[in-house]
């Protein structure tokens, strides 16, 4: 969710026949064949007609279809956090770049105001650790070039409905086992700290005014309602999934999660919370 000037990358400016083709020799191309990876890197040793010539990594020499091949620049290789900067951006230094950072346990990459996210299925110790995300830090870090991840994206819709006082809207999307439960309840646990946070400051400034045990019980109140925010997640799960070919507990329903974040000086606390279940399968 980073804000950044929109631009239309060489790809998309790239007429459909030129990027699904290669007319003229190069050095390296993106090679797409069945029963292999998505898109391999390959040496281009010549192209006559339609077809390519091109040597694989193993040394193996194969030809293929000009049509399944795309064009290779020297920004594929670079490792980026957001691949919008590439040069002729296009599906394969994409898959490419996402299976790197994957490999290295890097699971978020941005794609401009986009998180992108792949399901590591595994714990991968301390990548949602938040007492390292708090508001104090990335205040103090540099807010418009965060590291992709998705308290990053929690962040920025929290300054935008605290200090702005927007509506925000975070939509997660994906397939049967992507992560989408697993994003939209670390959203709401960054939330949770980030009101915490407030709820402690105001909390301490009240302590040495007039009325400041009224002002504790409060606290105490909206305490309550952000551990239920959480809590109630956990029972709408309970009784909305079902096993799919991807994953044991999949979600047969959206839900869409409304805060209402009340004013509380500087920055804001959860004031309320609203549920809506929408029905996605029957089975």
């Given at each position: 969710?980073?804000?950044?000037?929109?631009?239309?990358?060489?790809?998309?400016?790239?007429?459909?026949?030129?990027?699904?083709?290669?007319?003229s020799?190069?050095?390296?191309?993106?090679v797409?064949?069945?029963?292999?990876?998505?898109?391999?890197?390959?040496?281009?040793?010549?192209?006559?007609?339609?077809?390519a010539?091109?040597?694989?990594?193993?040394?193996?020499?194969?030809?293929?279809?000009?049509?399944?091949?795309?064009?290779?620049?020297?920004?594929?290789?670079d490792?980026?956090d957001?691949?919008?900067?590439?040069?002729?951006?296009?599906?394969a230094?994409?898959?490419?770049l996402?299976?790197?950072?994957?490999?290295?346990?890097a699971i978020?990459?941005?794609?401009?105001?986009v998180?992108?996210?792949?399901n590591p299925f595994?714990?991968?110790?301390?990548?949602?650790?938040?007492?390292?995300?708090?508001?104090?830090?990335?205040?103090?870090?540099?807010?418009?070039?965060?590291?992709?991840?998705?308290?990053?994206?929690?962040?920025?819709?929290?300054?935008?409905?605290t200090?702005?006082?927007?509506?925000?809207?975070?939509i997660?999307?994906?397939?049967?086992?992507?992560?989408?439960?697993?994003?939209?309840?670390?959203?709401?646990?960054?939330?949770s700290?980030?009101?915490?946070?407030?709820?402690?400051?105001?909390n301490?400034?009240a302590s040495?005014?007039?009325?400041?045990?009224?002002?504790?019980?409060?606290?105490?109140?909206?305490?309550r309602?952000?551990?239920?925010?959480?809590?109630?997640?956990?029972?709408?799960?309970?009784?909305?999934?079902?096993?799919?070919?991807?994953?044991?507990?999949?979600?047969?329903?959206?839900?869409?999660?409304?805060?209402?974040?009340?004013?509380?000086?500087?920055?804001?606390?959860?004031?309320g919370?609203?549920?809506?279940?929408?029905l996605?399968?029957?089975?």
């Amino acid at each position: 969710m980073r804000a950044l000037p929109w631009r239309r990358s060489s790809f998309e400016s790239t007429p459909a026949s030129s990027r699904s083709s290669v007319t003229s020799p190069v050095s390296r191309l993106w090679v797409h064949e069945s029963g292999r990876e998505a898109w391999v890197l390959a040496d281009h040793l010549e192209t006559r007609d339609e077809t390519a010539t091109v040597r694989l990594a193993c040394g193996q020499t194969m030809s293929v279809g000009l049509i399944k091949t795309a064009r290779h620049n020297p920004s594929h290789d670079d490792d980026w956090d957001d691949p919008t900067f590439m040069s002729d951006l296009h599906e394969a230094p994409l898959l490419e770049l996402l299976r790197r950072r994957f490999g290295r346990g890097a699971i978020y990459t941005w794609a401009g105001e986009v998180l992108l996210s792949v399901n590591p299925f595994e714990n991968i110790p301390r990548l949602h650790a938040l007492p390292g995300w708090t508001s104090a830090v990335a205040a103090a870090a540099n807010p418009s070039s965060p590291a992709p991840h998705i308290f990053a994206v929690a962040e920025r819709a929290w300054r935008s409905a605290t200090s702005a006082g927007a509506d925000v809207a975070i939509i997660v999307n994906g397939e049967s086992g992507a992560g989408k439960t697993e994003a939209c309840r670390q959203v709401l646990r960054y939330v949770s700290r980030c009101s915490a946070e407030c709820r402690v400051a105001a909390n301490a400034a009240a302590s040495t005014a007039p009325g400041a045990g009224t002002g504790a019980k409060r606290e105490e109140e909206v305490a309550r309602l952000e551990a239920a925010v959480l809590d109630t997640a956990c029972v709408l799960e309970a009784f909305g999934n079902a096993r799919t070919v991807r994953n044991d507990n999949s979600s047969r329903f959206g839900k869409l999660t409304c805060l209402r974040v009340a004013r509380s000086g500087a920055s804001g606390v959860v004031a309320g919370c609203r549920i809506k279940t929408l029905l996605l399968e029957r089975s």
